[in-house]
């Protein structure tokens, strides 16, 4: 069986010294198990010398002859270190017969000050010819058989000598032929770029030729690969300098590798890949620099799932071009004389978009196209405009076509409607859109401002299957201040888990710190003291009007103002979390209000930290009601500081030892007369009570204060410094209690009334209250549906880490639900 081929293509930083040119011969695998193919381009540079020994020629500046010399100078330099010895003199011959005809063809150009296409490629063409015998020596000084072969002798194109067309089945021929006569075991090193018309005359390949003959002599031989070696490890999935966590690809398809290229991907010319697709051949880009990289693999991709994006990329500086028609247009030729002449004049359209009941038409080209396109389509349609059926040709830079590259794009229910709404919340406005016309791409045209939000945001949300989430906190007190620091630890074990959760603002009551690329949370506390001054006014409409993508604010302060304002940002589209309990002490019309505008701007408003601390019991509620079931009543301990209070204080410590230890430990309230006095049972009932549905007012709960009377209006400061006042009071009511348990236990009964006290809960009546350690909580909810068996709910009632976790739980659960 004659043995597979293989074609590898090494450009011209591969070629561009004679340790690289080793390097390729290292690259190259051993004889034996496939027949090897190598095109080289020229050596790096030598093509764009060239080039410019042709512009001095037709200057006549005088330096065409100095500029050739030194371009030959280095070929002989690499001849030098190369090439055995017994093949130098030979091979010196061969390449001083190309270099002087490269120095009459600039004389004549000189004389002529003219150089004609045809004249370009051969004298451009030089480099390839110089370069592959070069490159097949080094082999052979190796101890590697190898021949070099000239292309113009494989590849037959037309007579467009700048960006010859390849005439495929001539070209298989000529190269089945050759190969004939190649030995299967020896290294065929072949000119890049080069072609030749029928008649021998050489011509190029256009820009990225090399690739071209590669992929070329691939499909022409039925080659197993065809490698393209190249300075970086493959396909980007984007741009890094615009995405820095843009990944190498490691497989894309022919249509997907094309349209990236089409859409302005560097690494691969769009019809590189044409000569391979129909036979299947995978096409590898890999790395010289390293060459332990697995590189990108262009393929058939039919085992792709439905509407996989794997790239984002983008056509900046562009220009909308609008043909916009009228009703009664009839052009049933429009596309024709409108895309006709923009091929003929070689202007590239990006994306085109048809309104069909106006006969209107938008096209995106280059900025630098915009006025000739223009031009070109007035000329075009003068009739249609004198007759007043088109109304007009105009052209609206400062655009950007972005594109979405993947494979089967059609057949993903959803996919489009997700793309859109990521560029939505990124806060990029669509101006033009194209899908269908290529399973690979959907793409749409935005404002060049909007397009490294554009693509930042759908390569986060599809290539890297990401959600990102903006996290602003308002409150950098004891909670706020946690909360920030678990944010930092869990940041990067969020991101593993696919959640990119970004903080980008902090505030307190004078200050706000706002910076949407992203704060780091462990030092955005004392860079706040530094952040420029703002009320709370301000905060609200910097935060509403912020334009981040899913913007959650946690609201971590005890503000009844802050709390007040939570409808302005959920009605601005922005989520709020909160653990402020003063959110409850609304007036249940503003309650309702602020969940109206959660629903207008389609985000959560999520406070499952304002009461029983993370035990869920605010989403069970509303599970429970949802599924039909009639909540009867709910009691318990709901305050974490009491708990802890009472239960210290059984154990024998004294009242004040024990509310400042609770204090210390950040179970209370900022003014712990909040929790003493049963206000923050009674806000914490009052928001269970609107959870299934009843209009309850938190003023009007009957509560028993544990707060001395002496002490309930007087400053804080004072608060604790009589608070040992009422130790002995407290003594002896404990004592009466007789040895039992005592328990602050807050009830909400069927019709919605609050009451909440001091009371003797005994451990031998079995009670669930009785057992609870210090700081812990109960809540326990009576159903219709569940009887006899209520529902309970046990655990941890307070403290900074526990809601700080809360917090992050509900974020988190924000930014899904905003997905
Ligand atoms: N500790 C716990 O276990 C739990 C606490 N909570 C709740 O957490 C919230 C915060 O508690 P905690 O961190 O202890 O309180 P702190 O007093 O330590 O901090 C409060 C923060 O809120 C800021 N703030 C107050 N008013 C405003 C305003 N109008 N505008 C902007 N910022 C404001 C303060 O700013 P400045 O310093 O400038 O005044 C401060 O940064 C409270 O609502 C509490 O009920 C809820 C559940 C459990
Ligand atoms: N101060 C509160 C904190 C949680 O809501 C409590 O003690 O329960």
Redesign the pocket.
């Known amino acids: 069986m004659p043995l597979p081929f293989t074609v590898a293509k090494f450009g011209g930083t591969s070629v561009g010294t004679p340790e690289r040119v080793r390097g390729v011969v290292r690259l190259t695998p051993e004889a034996g198990s496939e027949r090897r193919v190598v095109v080289v381009s020229a050596f790096g540079g030598v093509t764009d010398d060239l080039l410019a020994a042709i512009q001095h020629a037709v200057d006549r500046t005088g330096e065409h002859r100095d500029r050739l010399g030194s371009i030959r100078k280095r070929h002989t330099d690499a001849l030098a270190v190369l090439t055995p010895e017994g093949e130098r003199g030979p091979l010196a011959e061969r390449l001083d017969a190309i270099w002087t005809q490269v120095g009459e063809l600039l004389d004549g150009v000189s004389l002529l000050r003219e150089c004609t296409p045809r004249v370009r490629a051969a004298i451009i063409t030089a480099g390839e010819r110089a370069s592959a015998p070069l490159v097949a020596s080094a082999f052979r000084a190796a101890g590697v058989e190898a021949v070099d072969l000239d292309a113009s002798g494989l590849v037959r194109t037309d007579a467009r000598f700048d960006e010859a067309t390849v005439d495929m089945e001539a070209t298989r021929e000529l190269v089945r032929e050759a190969f004939e006569n190649v030995p299967p075991e020896a290294v065929a090193v072949v000119t890049g770029f080069v072609g030749s018309t029928e008649d021998g005359v050489r011509t190029t390949l256009g820009r990225s030729g090399s690739d071209y003959t590669a992929t070329i002599l691939g499909g022409a031989l039925d080659a197993r690969e065809v490698v393209i070696w190249t300075d970086v490890s493959g396909v980007l999935s984007a741009d890094p300098r615009i995405v820095p966590e843009a990944f190498t690809l490691p497989r894309l398809s022919y249509g997907a590798a094309a349209e990236l290229a089409h859409f302005g991907a560097k690494v691969l010319h769009p019809r590189t890949m044409r000569p391979l697709a129909n036979a299947r051949i995978p096409l590898r880009i890999a790395n010289t620099l390293a060459p332990e990289d697995a590189g990108t693999t262009v393929g058939p991709m039919d085992d792709a799932g439905p509407g996989r994006i794997d790239a984002v990329t983008a056509v900046r500086s562009a220009a909308l071009v609008r043909v916009t028609g009228t009703a009664s247009l009839e052009v049933p030729d429009l596309a024709a004389r409108v895309f006709g002449p923009l091929a003929e004049s070689e202007i590239p359209v990006f994306l085109v978009a048809q309104a069909s009941a106006e006969g209107s038409l938008c096209l995106a080209v280059r900025e630098a196209d915009a006025a000739r396109t223009v031009a070109t389509l007035r000329q075009r349609l003068a009739r249609e405009i004198e007759r007043g059926d088109v109304l007009g040709v105009e052209a609206e830079g400062g655009a950007a076509v972005v594109a979405a590259v993947g494979a089967h794009l059609e057949g993903a229910p959803g996919l489009a409607g997700r793309l859109f709404a990521t560029l939505g919340r990124a806060h990029v406005n669509v101006r033009a859109i194209a899908q269908g016309a290529s399973a690979h791409t959907i793409s749409c045209a935005v404002a060049d401002a909007d397009a490294v939000a554009a693509i930042t945001a759908l390569h986060e949300a599809f290539a890297l299957r990401r959600i990102r989430a903006h996290v602003a906190v308002?409150?950098?007190?004891?909670?706020?201040r946690r909360l920030l620091r678990l944010l930092g630890e869990r940041q990067d074990a969020l991101l593993a888990g696919d959640l990119n959760l970004r903080l980008v603002g902090l505030?307190?009551?004078?200050r706000l710190l706002l910076d949407p690329a992203g704060l780091e949370p462990s030092t955005a506390p004392d860079a706040l003291a530094g952040a420029p001054e703002a009320d709370?006014d301000a905060?609200v409409e910097r935060l509403a009007g912020a334009r981040v993508e899913r913007l959650v604010v946690v609201d971590?302060?005890?503000?009844g103002?802050?709390a007040a304002r939570h409808a302005d940002l959920l009605r601005a589209g922005v989520a709020v979390v909160t653990?402020?309990?003063?959110a409850t002490a609304m007036p249940l019309e503003a309650w309702r209000q602020t969940h109206a505008a959660a629903r207008e701007g389609e985000v959560p408003y999520l406070y499952e930290?304002?009461v029983g601390?993370g035990l869920g019991v605010v989403a069970r509620l509303r599970d429970l009601v949802r599924t039909g079931a009639r909540v009867l009543a709910i009691e318990g301990v709901l305050s974490?500081t009491l708990s802890y209070v009472l239960t210290r204080m059984r154990a024998g410590a004294r009242f004040s030892e024990a509310v400042r230890e609770a204090h210390e430990a950040?179970?209370t309230?900022?003014d712990p007369r909040e929790d003493l006095s049963g206000r923050d049972v009674a806000l914490k009932l009052s928001l269970l009570a609107r959870e299934v549905g009843l209009d309850v007012n938190p003023e009007d709960a009957q509560l028993e204060s544990l707060v001395p009377d002496a002490l309930r209006g007087v400053p804080l400061a004072t608060f604790w410094e009589r608070l040992p006042e009422s130790d002995d009071a407290w003594a002896e009511r404990i004592a009466a209690v007789g040895g039992g348990e005592v328990q602050y236990v807050g009830r909400l009964a069927e019709g919605g009334a609050i009451r909440a006290g001091a009371e003797a809960v005994r451990a031998e009546a079995g009670s669930l209250l009785a057992a609870l350690r210090p700081s812990e909580i109960a809540i326990v909810v009576h159903t219709e549906r569940t009887g006899d068996h209520p529902i309970f709910f046990q655990g941890p009632g307070?403290?900074?880490d526990?809601?700080a976790a809360v917090l992050l739980a509900d974020i988190v659960r924000a930014a899904e639900l905003m997905r």
């Open positions: 308002i409150g950098a007190g004891t909670l706020g505030a307190n009551s004078s709370l905060v971590a302060t005890p503000s103002a802050v653990p402020n309990k003063a930290a304002a601390a974490g950040g179970y309230e900022p307070a403290s900074a526990v809601t």
